[in-house]
């Protein structure tokens, strides 16, 4: 019988209520509130907080305040940066490459909500994983939402809801976030 974690990582329902997932809830609550709470100056404080809440494969930036639900779902490549007030739900995956930034008000969210009211009646949740692959600059206010894979060298315009892929190499912005331009890639 798998736990309600496994369950949350496959995408299928599961019960957020789980005394381990609300342990865990709480520790990277724990994390985040004395990430927030440390000044600028404290560099090396700051960075091992973070190391502690997310997988990182190098240099990286977040600037306070920063929100996410488990931490341990998410990973950042190489020289990322995330600007004020970045909110990550991570009940699922979370997948940013190298060299990816964030504006402020960043929203990205793995979390979903089942359409049938009876299981919303129950309390249940579903997730699906996010990828953003390298060199993906995401314009302040955007929003990302559950299973969408946003490719390289792209950019989302300020604002966007990026309910579906993008492809890699495009200038996409909206809501719903479409295509407007190919762009030279590097």
Same mark, same amino acid.
């Given at each position: 019988m798998k736990s309600e974690k496994e369950k949350m990582l496959a995408g299928e =329902?599961? !019960? @957020? %209520?789980?005394?381990?997932?609300?342990d865990d809830r709480l520790m990277a609550k724990m994390l985040i509130s004395e990430y927030n709470s440390t000044k600028p100056t404290e560099e090396d404080e700051r960075k091992e907080i973070i $190391?502690? =809440? #997310?997988i990182t494969n190098g240099n990286i930036k977040i600037r306070s305040p920063f929100y996410c639900d488990y931490g341990y779902n #998410? $990973?950042?490549?190489?020289? !990322?940066?995330?600007?004020?007030?970045?909110i990550i739900l991570d009940v699922n995956k979370v997948i940013i490459g190298d060299n990816v930034m964030l504006g402020p008000n960043v929203q990205i969210y793995t979390a979903s909500h089942p359409l049938d009211p009876k299981d919303r009646i *129950? *309390? =249940? $949740? =579903?997730? *699906? @994983? #996010? +990828? #953003? $692959?390298?060199?993906?600059?995401? %314009? %302040? %206010? +955007?929003i990302i939402l559950p299973g969408v894979t946003i490719g390289k060298n792209t950019t989302i315009g300020a604002g966007s809801v990026v309910t579906k892929d993008i492809p890699e190499d495009v200038l996409a912005v909206g809501n719903p976030c479409k295509v407007i331009k190919k762009i030279n890639s590097l």
């Amino acid at each position: 019988m798998k736990s309600e974690k496994e369950k949350m990582l496959a995408g299928e =329902l599961y !019960f @957020p %209520g789980d005394r381990n997932l609300m342990d865990d809830r709480l520790m990277a609550k724990m994390l985040i509130s004395e990430y927030n709470s440390t000044k600028p100056t404290e560099e090396d404080e700051r960075k091992e907080i973070i $190391e502690r =809440l #997310i997988i990182t494969n190098g240099n990286i930036k977040i600037r306070s305040p920063f929100y996410c639900d488990y931490g341990y779902n #998410i $990973e950042v490549g190489e020289n !990322f940066y995330a600007n004020v007030s970045c909110i990550i739900l991570d009940v699922n995956k979370v997948i940013i490459g190298d060299n990816v930034m964030l504006g402020p008000n960043v929203q990205i969210y793995t979390a979903s909500h089942p359409l049938d009211p009876k299981d919303r009646i *129950k *309390k =249940l $949740e =579903l997730s *699906k @994983p #996010i +990828t #953003i $692959e390298d060199n993906v600059w995401v %314009g %302040g %206010g +955007t929003i990302i939402l559950p299973g969408v894979t946003i490719g390289k060298n792209t950019t989302i315009g300020a604002g966007s809801v990026v309910t579906k892929d993008i492809p890699e190499d495009v200038l996409a912005v909206g809501n719903p976030c479409k295509v407007i331009k190919k762009i030279n890639s590097l």
